[in-house]
């Protein structure tokens, strides 16, 4: 292979795949849902075209650096990806292994970094496919400090 063109194969590694890391049709980011608190309820998402997703964090509340469990429910559907995002302070990329535990049920142990502030915000990023679609579905909760 000539030398000219050596830097061509990062690149196409780079393109041959979508943000989960897997071949397959685009993302498409819901709104982030910040009328259910994960910290005191489970929340329900109906998705476009049909289908639903549903979240429960197993021990609330959670704070950070306490393990919890986080489950996920998407009839019909499958979850491909958690991920936890810092909206009020940058907290770097944090994503979690998944578990399938059941039908189309999904569960994934999650460790939040700490942070300097007393009071976090995140987004928790779960990405469901169904019907052939995929859908970034973020839901916005609090972590407090042990104050």
């Not at 000539?2 to 071949?23: H, K, N, V, Y």
Request: proline fraction near 5%; charged fraction near 25%; charge should be neutral.
């Amino acid at each position: 292979m000539r030398r000219e063109f050596l830097w061509l194969i990062p690149w196409l590694m780079l393109t041959a795949c979508d943000d989960s890391g897997q071949a397959g049709p685009p993302v498409t980011r819901l709104a982030t849902v910040t009328d259910c608190d994960l910290q005191r309820q489970d929340c329900d998402l109906s998705l476009p075209g049909g289908g639903s997703l549903r979240v429960r964090f197993n021990d609330r509340p959670v704070r950070a650096m306490d393990e919890f469990l986080v489950d996920m429910r998407a009839p019909g559907g499958r979850v491909r990806k958690l991920v936890a995002r810092g909206v009020n302070m940058e907290m770097g990329y944090n994503e979690f292994l998944i578990e399938e535990v059941g039908e189309s049920v999904y569960r994934a142990q999650v460790l939040l970094p700490i942070c300097i502030r007393s009071r976090m915000v995140w987004d928790l990023h779960v990405y469901v496919e169904v019907g052939g679609r995929r859908f970034d579905a973020p839901f916005r909760f609090e972590t407090h400090g042990r104050g």
